[in-house]
């Protein structure tokens, strides 16, 4: 018994460090991408966690997101676009359009819940992007009716990560939260003087 939970162990192990691998193999565009994800997966997590629990809710007015809905729309997003781009999405995340996004944006508040949904999301993004060919970027897929080719459809997941960061700045702003690597800066300066 201890044998096979060594080797179920080692299994897991040696998957996790595949996928890390291929990942860190992405060359040129794939790697400029991915490290692109990551600055942005950086400060949306940053953000997400000064957020307190009790500010999750809130909301400018009633006719647009709340920051915990923001949170999961880039969760939601992050698989719905790479399912456009033609990648199979992970077992247990059913998306059958657009649509579905409500349904993800309002099933939870609790910011552990929410957190994890993210971390997956953006993982499974570094990881789909990594294990694509630079051929599979030339082509042609179908994005809210428009043709366009994978490597444009990436760019606009790209684009669609730092619309929703400048939103969440702009709601933490105007809840009193100081995004984190705002607040590092101005200790740091203050600390100078």
Request: include cysteine; proline fraction near 3%; charge should be positive.
């Given at each position: 018994?201890?044998?096979?939970?060594?080797?179920?162990?080692?299994?897991?192990?040696?998957?996790?460090?595949?996928?890390?691998?291929?990942?860190?193999?992405?060359?040129?565009?794939?790697?400029?991408?991915?490290?692109?994800?990551?600055?942005?997966?950086?400060?949306?997590?940053?953000?997400?966690?000064?957020?307190?629990?009790?500010?999750?809710?809130?909301?400018?007015?009633?006719?647009?997101?709340?920051?915990?809905?923001?949170?999961?729309?880039?969760?939601?997003?992050?698989?719905?676009?790479?399912?456009?781009?033609?990648?199979?999405?992970?077992?247990?995340?059913?998306?059958?359009?657009?649509?579905?996004?409500?349904?993800?944006?309002?099933a939870s508040r609790d910011k552990k819940v929410i957190h994890e949904q993210?971390?997956?999301?953006?993982?499974?993004?570094?990881?789909?992007?990594?294990?694509?060919?630079?051929?599979?970027?030339?082509?042609?897929?179908?994005?809210?009716?428009?043709?366009?080719?994978?490597?444009?459809?990436?760019?606009?997941?790209?684009?669609?990560?730092?619309?929703?960061?400048?939103?969440?700045?702009?709601?933490?702003?105007?809840?009193?939260?100081?995004?984190?690597?705002?607040?590092?800066?101005?200790?740091?300066?203050?600390?100078?003087?």
């Amino acid at each position: 018994m201890k044998g096979l939970f060594h080797t179920i162990a080692i299994c897991v192990l040696l998957g996790a460090t595949a996928t890390a691998v291929r990942a860190d193999d992405a060359k040129g565009f794939r790697a400029d991408l991915i490290g692109q994800v990551e600055y942005a997966q950086k400060q949306i997590l940053a953000l997400e966690n000064a957020i307190p629990d009790g500010k999750m809710a809130w909301r400018p007015n009633k006719e647009v997101r709340s920051i915990s809905e923001v949170y999961s729309h880039i969760a939601f997003s992050n698989y719905l676009v790479l399912k456009f781009a033609g990648v199979a999405l992970p077992e247990g995340i059913t998306i059958a359009g657009p649509e579905d996004a409500t349904k993800w944006e309002k099933a939870s508040r609790d910011k552990k819940v929410i957190h994890e949904q993210l971390v997956k999301s953006f993982d499974f993004v570094k990881s789909s992007i990594g294990g694509m060919s630079d051929a599979s970027l030339e082509n042609m897929v179908e994005f809210f009716g428009q043709k366009m080719t994978v490597r444009s459809v990436l760019l606009g997941l790209l684009s669609h990560m730092h619309e929703h960061l400048g939103q969440s700045i702009a709601y933490a702003r105007m809840e009193g939260v100081v995004p984190p690597w705002t607040a590092a800066q101005n200790a740091a300066e203050k600390s100078k003087k």
